[in-house]
């Protein structure tokens, strides 16, 4: 069965960095497009970042020229590098990716999440 295992998340001060990492494990075919979402409280879950298998990146517009997501695609990994980071940014953050499995269908995965908590 394909998992996401996500690591990096925790508490930092604001203006300061953290990396977050997502592998994906197990029997894998091939990833499509990899990206991580957030969800702070009493709000939805909302798009951070995506990149396609040829590396084509999308942010949203908080995030722009703050973060950068990147993979490893022989390690079947996505980062998330968040730079300057601000209180607002503080959530939950989850890992997405378009997986074709070696055995089954192709499907949308998701990570258990992880907390990044911005705060002085």
């Known amino acids: 069965q394909v998992q996401l295992v996500e690591s990096g998340g925790g508490l930092v001060q604001p203006g300061g960095s953290l990396r977050l990492s997502c592998a994906a494990s197990r029997s894998i075919f091939s990833i499509n497009a990899m990206g991580w979402y957030r969800q702070a409280p009493g709000k939805q879950r909302e798009l951070v970042a995506t990149?396609?298998?040829?590396?084509?990146?999308n942010y949203a517009d908080s995030v722009k020229g703050r973060f950068t997501i990147s993979r490893a695609n022989a390690r079947n990994t996505v980062y998330l590098q968040m730079n300057r980071l601000k209180p607002e940014d503080t959530a939950v953050y989850y890992c997405?990716?378009?997986?074709?499995?070696?055995?089954?269908?192709?499907?949308?995965?998701w990570g258990q999440g992880t907390q990044v908590t911005v705060s002085s």
């Open positions: 997405n990716a378009d997986i074709t499995p070696q055995y089954g269908r192709r499907g949308d995965y």
């Open positions: 990149i396609t298998s040829g590396g084509s990146t």
